[in-house]
Nanobody
Framework: QVQLVESGGGLVQPGGSLRLSCAVSGISFSLYSMGWYRQAPGNQRDLVARITSRDSSTNYADSVKGRFTISRDNAKNTVYLQMSSLKPEDTAVYYC??????????WGQGTQVTVSS
């Protein structure tokens, strides 16, 4: 059974930091590209950051470049999202995604991040 379990969300003040974690089980983690997506109420789910399986290259949404960092630990089957200089517009449910191909694509249940004073 494939499981992606996010943690680390919560309430933070503008300018603050959070680190999200996604623990993965049931798949060969190192073979999957991993991504973080977010969805605010009334909006579509958008890519925040992605890290590849092959060489851990990364890409980011323009809105988070320079503030967020995605990383992975293949020994721990975990992907992280370090978020700094958080803004109210970063408020959303953040989802972890594991992607290998169209048939092997999995989602976590999401974790709420709220940026507010």
């Amino acid at each position: 059974q494939v499981q992606l379990v996010e943690s680390g969300g919560g309430l933070v003040q503008p300018g603050g930091s959070l680190r999200l974690s996604c623990a993965v089980s049931g798949i060969s983690f190192s073979l999957y590209s991993m991504g973080w997506y977010r969805q605010a109420p009334g909006n579509q789910r958008d890519l925040v950051a992605r890290i590849t399986s092959r060489d851990s290259s990364t890409n980011y949404a323009d809105s988070v470049k320079g503030r967020f960092t995605i990383s992975r630990d293949n020994a721990k089957n975990t992907v992280y999202l370090q978020m700094s200089s958080l803004k109210p517009e970063d408020t959303a449910v953040y989802y972890c995604n594991a992607d290998r191909d169209v048939y092997r694509n999995y989602w976590g249940q999401g974790t709420q991040v709220t940026v507010s004073s």
